[in-house]
């Protein structure tokens, strides 16, 4: 029961993620998902401090949970164009968020003898840029074609050319969107030391 915090945040933040993601930013350069999102790994590095790397391993299985219930559900949802989440962004979230929570879990176990702010960034910079890599390029890329025709033709407006972030060399589109969505993950990853630390302070209180 000591981890059922735990689970609740992530499944919220799970939850909020999917639904906001509908709503864009900057013309549709980011959505709003992409701020609550990176939360993800504040509940699991404070779980995995405080209760050690077992107890975060099932919050992230929990919050994998959520997902899949989320593509299910959002699955069932038509829209003009089709379903609200097809099965091809499904895998590629559900890929992206598990590696990458898994791997965020493991290296923050590998340094957690350190300083206290070490653990917490340095995983959650390299998870999250494994779950950017991950999610966008099996979601959109031209590469992965093994959902076929018309999973491709639902993703394939994400291949156009465009200025790489509005102002740089022409690249397929999706990489800006990744991109920008990395940068938004760096961000919060540094802002959420400050909870990190002081969500973690409290829970040791209690934990004695």
């Not at 959650?124 to 099996?138: E, K, M, R, W």
Request: with cysteine.
């Amino acid at each position: 029961m000591r981890h059922l915090t735990g689970i609740l945040a992530m499944a919220a933040i799970v939850v909020a993620s999917n639904i906001l993601v509908q709503f864009l930013l900057l013309d549709g350069l980011l959505t709003w998902g992409a701020f609550t999102y990176p939360l993800a790994f504040l509940v699991t590095d404070v779980m995995n401090r405080v209760y050690g790397a077992a107890a975060a391993r099932r919050v992230v299985f929990a919050g994998f949970l959520v997902g899949i219930a989320c593509s299910l559900v959002g699955s069932q949802i038509m829209l003009e164009y089709g379903p609200a989440v097809a099965l091809r962004i499904a895998v590629a979230s559900a890929t992206g968020f598990l590696v990458a929570q898994l791997l965020d879990v493991a290296v923050f176990d590998r340094l957690r003898g350190g300083a206290w702010w070490r653990a917490p960034l340095a995983s959650t910079l390299i998870g999250s840029t494994v779950d950017t890599v991950l999610f966008f390029t099996i979601a959109f890329s031209a590469s992965v074609t093994i959902f076929g025709a018309d999973a491709d033709a639902a993703v394939n407006w994400a291949w156009e050319a465009a200025p790489l972030l509005l102002v740089g060399p022409e690249a397929p589109l999706w990489v800006t969107l990744a991109m920008a969505d990395w940068a938004v993950k760096l961000c919060v990853a540094l802002l959420a030391l400050v909870p990190f630390r002081l969500i973690v302070a409290r829970l040791a209180q209690d934990v004695r």
